[in-house]
Protein backbone atom coordinates (compact mmCIF):
# COMPACT_ATOMS: atom_id res chain seq x y z
CA UNK A 1 0.00 0.00 0.00
CA UNK A 2 1.24 3.12 -1.16
CA UNK A 3 1.07 5.61 1.88
CA UNK A 4 3.47 8.36 0.32
CA UNK A 5 2.15 12.04 0.81
CA UNK A 6 2.97 15.59 -0.16
CA UNK A 7 3.83 18.31 3.10
CA UNK A 8 4.55 21.63 1.96
CA UNK A 9 6.33 20.79 -0.58
CA UNK A 10 7.66 17.91 0.68
CA UNK A 11 6.96 14.59 -0.88
CA UNK A 12 7.07 11.71 2.39
CA UNK A 13 7.00 8.11 2.33
CA UNK A 14 3.87 8.54 4.75
CA UNK A 15 1.75 11.29 6.88
CA UNK A 16 3.78 10.71 10.10
CA UNK A 17 4.86 14.06 11.18
CA UNK A 18 5.97 14.42 15.17
CA UNK A 19 4.52 17.50 15.77
CA UNK A 20 6.87 20.38 17.77
CA UNK A 21 6.87 19.39 21.00
CA UNK A 22 10.15 19.79 24.03
CA UNK A 23 10.56 16.24 23.03
CA UNK A 24 12.80 17.54 19.81
CA UNK A 25 15.36 19.28 22.11
CA UNK A 26 17.23 16.05 22.30
CA UNK A 27 18.62 14.58 19.27
CA UNK A 28 18.61 11.52 20.38
CA UNK A 29 14.59 11.72 20.49
CA UNK A 30 14.42 12.56 17.21
CA UNK A 31 16.20 9.85 16.09
CA UNK A 32 13.73 7.81 17.79
CA UNK A 33 11.04 9.33 16.02
CA UNK A 34 12.81 8.57 12.40
CA UNK A 35 13.35 4.84 13.68
CA UNK A 36 10.03 4.70 14.79
CA UNK A 37 8.89 5.59 11.28
CA UNK A 38 8.44 9.17 11.05
CA UNK A 39 8.75 10.84 7.69
CA UNK A 40 9.40 14.16 9.02
CA UNK A 41 9.77 16.20 12.33
CA UNK A 42 8.65 19.53 13.68
CA UNK A 43 11.38 21.17 16.26
CA UNK A 44 9.81 22.65 19.55
CA UNK A 45 8.82 26.22 18.69
CA UNK A 46 11.14 29.32 18.18
CA UNK A 47 9.27 32.43 20.15
CA UNK A 48 10.18 35.95 19.12
CA UNK A 49 8.94 37.42 22.61
CA UNK A 50 10.78 34.69 24.53
CA UNK A 51 14.17 36.09 22.28
CA UNK A 52 13.20 39.90 23.45
CA UNK A 53 12.85 38.87 26.98
CA UNK A 54 16.20 37.00 27.64
CA UNK A 55 17.98 40.10 25.93
CA UNK A 56 15.66 42.35 28.35
CA UNK A 57 16.80 40.29 31.44
CA UNK A 58 20.46 40.23 30.50
CA UNK A 59 21.08 43.69 30.23
CA UNK A 60 19.17 44.18 33.67
CA UNK A 61 21.12 41.87 35.57
CA UNK A 62 24.35 42.86 34.47
CA UNK A 63 23.95 46.09 34.41
CA UNK A 64 21.37 46.78 37.48
CA UNK A 65 24.59 47.08 40.30
CA UNK A 66 26.91 47.74 38.18
CA UNK A 67 27.90 51.08 39.84
CA UNK A 68 28.06 49.63 43.29
CA UNK A 69 31.37 48.30 43.28
CA UNK A 70 34.11 49.41 41.49
CA UNK A 71 34.69 45.46 40.81
CA UNK A 72 30.66 44.64 40.31
CA UNK A 73 31.18 44.07 36.17
CA UNK A 74 33.72 41.10 36.91
CA UNK A 75 31.30 39.23 38.96
CA UNK A 76 29.59 38.44 35.51
CA UNK A 77 30.96 35.79 32.41
CA UNK A 78 31.79 37.67 29.43
CA UNK A 79 28.72 39.08 27.75
CA UNK A 80 29.75 37.15 24.47
CA UNK A 81 30.10 33.33 26.75
CA UNK A 82 26.06 33.98 27.18
CA UNK A 83 23.78 32.12 24.46
CA UNK A 84 20.83 33.82 24.24
CA UNK A 85 18.76 34.75 20.76
CA UNK A 86 18.20 32.18 18.06
CA UNK A 87 21.74 30.98 18.04
CA UNK A 88 21.30 28.06 19.84
CA UNK A 89 18.00 26.89 17.89
CA UNK A 90 20.00 27.71 14.83
CA UNK A 91 22.81 25.08 16.00
CA UNK A 92 20.26 23.09 17.29
CA UNK A 93 18.52 22.74 13.43
CA UNK A 94 22.22 21.95 11.83
CA UNK A 95 22.90 19.05 14.21
CA UNK A 96 19.54 17.57 13.75
CA UNK A 97 19.99 17.69 9.75
CA UNK A 98 23.17 16.00 10.07
CA UNK A 99 22.14 13.43 12.88
CA UNK A 100 18.89 12.04 10.66
CA UNK A 101 17.76 11.77 7.28
CA UNK A 102 14.23 12.77 7.37
CA UNK A 103 13.41 16.41 6.67
CA UNK A 104 13.71 18.86 9.77
CA UNK A 105 10.62 21.79 10.25
CA UNK A 106 11.14 24.59 12.17
CA UNK A 107 8.88 25.86 14.09
CA UNK A 108 8.42 29.75 14.54
CA UNK A 109 6.27 32.08 16.63
CA UNK A 110 6.89 35.78 15.97
CA UNK A 111 4.63 38.16 17.56
CA UNK A 112 5.71 41.29 15.57
CA UNK A 113 4.50 42.45 11.67
CA UNK A 114 7.57 42.07 10.53
CA UNK A 115 10.25 40.85 13.06
CA UNK A 116 9.64 37.64 12.86
CA UNK A 117 11.14 37.87 8.77
CA UNK A 118 14.42 37.58 10.06
CA UNK A 119 14.27 34.66 12.33
CA UNK A 120 12.65 32.87 9.36
CA UNK A 121 15.72 33.73 7.04
CA UNK A 122 18.54 32.65 10.15
CA UNK A 123 16.00 29.42 10.07
CA UNK A 124 16.00 28.45 6.73
CA UNK A 125 20.36 29.04 6.49
CA UNK A 126 20.55 26.66 9.06
CA UNK A 127 19.17 23.93 7.25
CA UNK A 128 15.65 23.98 8.06
CA UNK A 129 13.01 22.16 5.69
Not at 63 to 76: C, G, I, K, L, P
Amino acid sequence: MDITTKYLGMKLKNPIIPSASPLSRDIGNIKEMEDAGAAAVVLYSLFEEQIEQDSLELHHHTTVHADSYAEAMNYFPEISDIKIGPDEYLKHIQKVKEAVDIPVIASLNGKSLGGWTNYAKKIEEAGAN
